[in-house]
């Protein structure tokens, strides 16, 4: 899975994991920074528009702003991907 790969892959995805650690610390601190959050994950989904990880956590920022509209495509976007990992 892309996020184990994160950890292990040489330095040039090292940007993409800056992205994803600082959204996921936005997302869960407690301190409803969830613009920053939305921010962060939509970096890694500029570098990476595959990454089924960024679509849902952005989804899940979106929905604790009340931006259900957004939060359902990216929900429905991370479900497309999936799909076609499974293909």
Known sequence: MK????????????TLAFHMKRGNKFLYSGHEQYQEAIAEFSKVIELDEQC???YVLRGM???????????????????????????
């Open 3 to 14: 996020l184990l790969q994160w950890f292990f892959s040489p330095k040039e995805d090292s």
């Open 52 to 54: 089924v990880e960024a």
């Open 61 to 87: 920022a979106y929905y604790f702003c009340n931006e259900l509209e957004l939060a359902g495509k990216d929900f429905h976007k991370s479900h497309e991907l999936e799909a076609q990992k499974k293909v």
